[in-house]
């Protein structure tokens, strides 16, 4: 577990693991978060701007939050954000291989809450190519170390 003090902007921190890209996930979670064409079914697929099955950015979202929580990268008092700017780049296909990488852009202390401070972090979703498919830079909420 990470204190506020304990980061420093340029720090960086990756996944332990590659998380593997299933059709079957991509089309489960499609039908239960976003069912469109391009997510559903590969015929369909083809046809669309995307050329071919891809998982929903909700998807890839969900998977780089997981890859996240299970990485390096342990804010005390978690991983809680207070929004950010989320982008999707390329389409995460059947077979991609996903991991991340986190960086550390800015660091404030809370003016309100005295025992917190406010991370600025780039979170970058790769594949197996070493592509990024997704970026997320949310601001974080971390806990200071107790005195």
Known sequence: MQYFEDFAVGQKFASARRRHVEAAEIKGFAAAYDPQPFHLDEAAAQGSVF?????????????????????DFRPAGGILGFGGEL???????????????????????????????????????????????QTFTPTLLVNRRPL
């Open 51 to 71: 050329g071919g099955l891809a998982a929903s950015g909700w998807h890839t979202a969900a998977l780089t939050m997981s890859l996240v929580v299970g990485s």
């Open 87 to 133: 982008t999707w780049l390329k389409p995460v296909r059947p077979g991609d291989e996903l991991r991340v990488e986190s960086e550390i852009l800015e660091l404030r202390p809370s003016r309100s809450r005295p025992d917190q401070g406010l991370v600025a972090v780039r979170v970058t979703t790769l594949n197996q190519h070493g592509e990024a498919v």
